[in-house]
Structures are given as structure tokens and as C-alpha cells.
């Protein structure tokens, strides 16, 4: 089913006004298929992190991207879900991609 950017699985981490929080293990894709959910993500503007080493150092990605990054960055969290996007899935040699979606501070 995997066809389009981004190429992985995802992790798509939803929390909005409107759903309760929602957790997708997902792919990008054109194709419809009976029996899938199918969440389309939001036009949003991305701080995208890349990462590697095990299954737990994207924790401390995601830990370091809201406790380091996003408060010295002037910007602030925007209305869309988070993305994981694992590109390789090897438990001791994860390859990952982390994507919080953004919007400057002071801009709502």
C-alpha cells in the first residue's frame, strides 16, 4: 500500500479539539482499501528531526524536540498530530524521522 512521501511506517500521533487522542500505525498512500481506516493529515508546517540508534533513543528524541528545541525556537505547537516515520525498522539500528507540526509564536 506504501506509495507516496513519506516512505516508512508511520506513527501518527492524533490530539485535537474535535478527537480523543488516536495512535496510527500507518503508510502514506494513494490507494484505497476496503477495511482501512484512512486519516488524512492536515496542511500543517513541519520541524522535522532526524534520528537513529534503538527503539528507545526516538523517545528521547521526541523528550529533547519539546523540552530543548521547541522552546528556544520560536515557534510553538501547531493544531495537526505528530509523525514518526520509521524508514528503518531495525530494533539496535532504527533509522526515524520525528515531524511535530509548527506555527510561529504569537500567531494564533
Known sequence: MM????????????????????YYIAVSSSK????????????????IFPGEGTNRSIQELERRIVTEW????GYEYADAPDIEVYISPDPQKAKYEVGIPVIKSGNR
Open 70 to 73: 521547541l522552546p528556544a525556537s
Open 3 to 22: 506509495d507516496k512521501e513519506p516512505m516508512g511506517v508511520l506513527g501518527v500521533s492524533v490530539c485535537n479539539k474535535e478527537e480523543i487522542w488516536r
Open 32 to 47: 484505497e482499501s476496503e477495511g482501512l481506516e484512512e486519516y488524512i493529515v492536515p496542511a500543517a508546517i513541519w520541524a
